[in-house]
């Protein structure tokens, strides 16, 4: 149940939105955007030592089967966490959350690093996931409330592709460490997970000094203290860029029902009654990747080591995760020029069609070439894949922006992230008896066909965010005149083929 506590009629969402890029804007960057390259570390060691963790002398002895079962508990770690930590990051605070996830995170990794046995291998790596799921809501939702709106789609785009700076940097790793010449191979894979934790620490550090949600704090109640907030960030950026920063008329203002809490039940409501279409395009964007991306990559390891018999696949993981961050930091600015809709539509289409393409070539390629192939399909993909956590996190009232990612991700990824890698190390471990890696080909089918679905309710059902202020695009529930009872009128433009001016007059633009 929501309490209204006070009105206030502010500017803050348009004083953040015309600032300048500054060095702060960096910091926050930094500080919130590398816990992508915390999850890409952590999946990229799983399929990197799948051998290492197969061998019962220096590993767990786990099956192929067991790998896939490890990276399908960590995503569902992920998905309840993402649940757990994503209402409370709506209800507690951006960056209360932020620093909680990572904590949660680090120490699971450390239990990970001892692992005595595949059971507590498994609880570790789900525990893991849970901080990472959480981190996914509490990130996201306080990157796109603390970065100027013009800048806003790159950002996401690009700091969701560092995840793969990670998943490069874990397959390198592993090569040394799975090198018995240099270290013993019993004590190598659990120094990977160790050196994860100690990542995150540093992170931590950083992430201290990133402040709260200034959107957060006056929508609660915490006018006060979000003025504050903004007053330094002007001041730092003024003197960091040297520009006498834009004035905020009233007109850029929007009054706001202020509230302690906002009921769960209001949040669903508004989600399914006000946003249908908005909701059947979240689920289709992360059905998609999460099936593609956790299939493929979870098992990419034990597809080369059974059908190629590469004994070092870092090499081949970290030439993939390269591709996959370059196309994320390549194409990431043509969300904001080109738009939203042209852009996820195209990356999830063209993806999907050259992922089927390299199914049907299997059988006439090589670890070699396969990861030529995967390169090259995930370029493009990385960046679709991104625009997942960016769609959600912009398309939907403030107030509901961290549960909102968080109910996508853990719907979309348990749909396809769970299914994929289980689906995945069934196949490989029923063609490894005849080496016949065209056995798996069916799962690139599968993937292709929903990241073409994606594609397809996309250009239908499309937001045109570029550019926009997050209260035009997504009023807020606390709107001074917004109803109590959200209704469907109205509710899911701007679209593909919808009055973007409507929605902003709807909404009471702060641009």
Request: charged share 15%.
């Amino acid at each position: 149940m929501s309490v209204e506590t006070g009105r206030i009629t502010t500017s803050i969402p348009a004083r953040l939105d015309r600032l300048p890029w500054a060095r702060w804007h960096w910091l926050v960057v930094i500080g919130l955007g590398t816990v992508w390259i915390l999850d890409g570390l952590e999946v990229t060691i799983v399929g990197s030592m799948s051998d290492a963790l197969k061998s019962s002398s220096t590993g767990l002895g786990m099956s192929g089967w067991d790998i896939g079962f490890a990276g399908a508990i960590y995503v569902a770690g992920s998905c309840l966490g993402a649940l757990f930590f994503g209402q409370l990051t709506d209800r507690l605070g951006r960056k209360r959350l932020f620093l909680v996830t990572l904590g949660v995170y680090t120490c699971a990794t450390v239990l990970t690093a001892f692992s005595p046995t595949p059971l507590w291998y498994f609880a570790a790596r789900f525990l893991t996931g849970t901080g990472i799921g959480g981190e996914y809501a509490a990130i996201n939702s306080a990157i796109d409330e603390l970065i100027p709106a013009r800048y806003r789609g790159r950002v996401d785009v690009a700091i969701n592709g560092s995840y793969w700076i990670g998943a490069a940097g874990g397959a390198l790793l592993t090569i040394p460490l799975l090198d018995p010449s240099l270290v013993d191979p019993s004590i190598g894979w659990r120094l990977a997970f160790g050196l994860g934790a100690v990542l995150a620490l540093a992170i931590l550090l950083v992430r201290r000094n990133v402040p709260e949600s200034p959107r957060w704090l006056f929508i609660h109640g915490r006018d006060e203290e979000a003025e504050r907030i903004v007053a330094d960030v002007e001041h730092t950026v003024a003197e960091e860029t040297g520009e006498q920063l834009d004035e905020v008329g009233d007109d850029d203002s929007i009054t706001i029902r202020q509230r302690r809490s906002i009921g769960f039940g209001l949040i669903a409501r508004t989600v399914i009654t006000r946003y249908p279409r908005r909701t059947v395009l979240c689920f289709a964007l992360f059905v998609g990747q999460a099936f593609l991306y956790n299939a493929f990559f979870f098992t990419y390891g034990d597809t080369l080591s059974t059908f190629f018999g590469v004994k070092q696949t870092g090499w081949y993981l970290a030439v993939f995760a390269a591709s996959n961050f370059v196309g994320a930091l390549a194409l990431s600015p043509l969300f904001d020029r080109i738009g939203r809709v042209a852009m996820i539509t195209a990356t999830y289409v063209v993806s999907g069609v050259l992922l089927a393409v390299t199914g049907m070539m299997l059988g006439g390629l090589n670890a070699t070439t396969l990861t030529l192939m995967g390169a090259i399909v995930f370029f493009v993909a990385s960046a679709g894949a991104s625009s997942a956590y960016l769609t959600a996190s912009e398309v939907f009232p403030m107030e509901t922006r961290a549960l909102c990612i968080a109910f996508f991700y853990a719907i979309g990824t348990a749909a396809g992230g769970i299914s994929g890698p289980l689906f995945f190390g069934w196949l490989i471990d029923r063609a490894s008896a005849d080496k016949d890696v065209t056995a798996i080909a069916i799962g690139y089918f599968v993937g292709a066909a929903l990241m073409v679905l994606g594609g397809v309710a996309e250009l239908f059902l499309g937001v045109k965010a570029e550019g926009q202020a997050l209260e035009s695009i997504a009023q807020p529930l606390t709107a001074d005149d917004d109803p109590d009872e959200p209704t469907d009128e109205n509710s899911d433009g701007p679209s593909d083929g919808q009055n973007q001016g409507h929605a902003e007059q709807q909404a009471g633009s702060v641009q």
